[in-house]
């Protein structure tokens, strides 16, 4: 790719491997029945949006759940275990080849979080890369939770570029979702939807002549 100088991550799909199926699977035996429309890759239940914007707590995520499920005994370990099944891990060499990026653009991370899946995710870096968060591997990495806005709306890229002086027209997203990857073409950016698998990350950058 021509005049790229900055290049912003999304995380799920693109560096850390998720399955929704896994968590569909989960959904259904905690009672939501129709579990493949309530949480999906294109769309979800508004509950998913809250949360990912900190428009709600953990707690009351849990109870939106449990109202789903029409089932109010439900603990939370059982939600937060059915919604952390979502999380299966790094590829082997992903962060190296984050690393290799950073050499050569300036890098961002932008990714729909939520408070429970930050904390996994934070426990899992820990335990397998002795990395306390992602902060090595980027310049800055933003959450959604963290901003109250999350993609695809055009205003989170705009924060993303206006904070760090970025030039959409030399700037790079790359993201698994194409609904993402619109809204960050309303904010002039340029895009590469991540159709591979995680581990495929450096051969796509190849392909693409980014690496």
Same mark, same amino acid.
């Given at each position: 790719?021509?005049?790229?100088?900055?290049?912003?991550?999304?995380?799920?799909?693109?560096?850390?491997? =998720?399955?929704?199926?896994?968590?569909?699977?989960?959904?259904?035996?905690?009672?939501?029945?129709? $579990?493949?429309? &309530? &949480?999906?890759?294109?769309?979800? @239940?508004? *509950?998913?949006?809250? &949360?990912?914007?900190?428009?709600?707590?953990?707690?009351?995520?849990?109870?939106?759940?449990?109202?789903? %499920?029409?089932?109010?005994? +439900?603990?939370?370990?059982?939600?937060? %275990?059915?919604?952390?099944?979502?999380?299966?891990?790094?590829?082997?060499?992903? @962060?190296?080849?984050?690393?290799?990026? !950073?050499?050569?653009?300036?890098?961002?991370? +932008?990714?729909?979080?939520?408070?429970?899946?930050? *904390?996994?995710? $934070?426990?899992? +870096?820990? !335990?397998?890369?002795?990395?306390?968060?992602?902060?090595?591997?980027?310049?800055?990495?933003?959450?959604?939770?963290?901003?109250?806005?999350?993609?695809?709306?055009?205003?989170?890229?705009?924060?993303?570029?206006?904070?760090?002086?970025?030039?959409?027209?030399?700037?790079?997203?790359?993201?698994?979702?194409?609904? @993402?990857?619109?809204?960050?073409?309303?904010?002039?950016?340029?895009? *590469? +939807?991540?159709?591979?698998?995680?581990?495929?990350?450096?051969?796509?950058?190849?392909? @693409?002549? =980014?690496?």
């Amino acid at each position: 790719m021509q005049n790229i100088k900055n290049i912003i991550f999304d995380y799920g799909n693109v560096i850390f491997e =998720i399955d929704f199926k896994r968590t569909q699977d989960a959904l259904m035996q905690l009672g939501i029945k129709n $579990s493949t429309e &309530f &949480f999906a890759h294109k769309s979800h @239940h508004s *509950l998913f949006n809250d &949360f990912e914007t900190a428009t709600i707590t953990p707690a009351e995520f849990r109870t939106g759940i449990r109202e789903a %499920a029409g089932n109010k005994n +439900l603990t939370d370990e059982e939600i937060d %275990a059915a919604w952390n099944s979502l999380l299966i891990g790094v590829p082997p060499g992903i @962060h190296d080849v984050l690393l290799k990026v !950073k050499l050569k653009y300036r890098t961002f991370l +932008l990714s729909n979080n939520n408070e429970t899946h930050y *904390l996994y995710i $934070s426990e899992y +870096l820990k !335990k397998e890369f002795n990395m306390d968060d992602n902060s090595s591997l980027f310049e800055k990495a933003y959450f959604s939770q963290h901003m109250f806005l999350r993609k695809p709306n055009v205003e989170i890229f705009e924060q993303v570029i206006r904070e760090n002086g970025l030039n959409p027209s030399e700037t790079l997203f790359i993201d698994d979702s194409p609904q @993402h990857i619109e809204g960050a073409k309303l904010a002039g950016l340029n895009t *590469l +939807l991540m159709t591979r698998h995680p581990r495929d990350l450096e051969q796509v950058l190849i392909d @693409h002549q =980014i690496l």
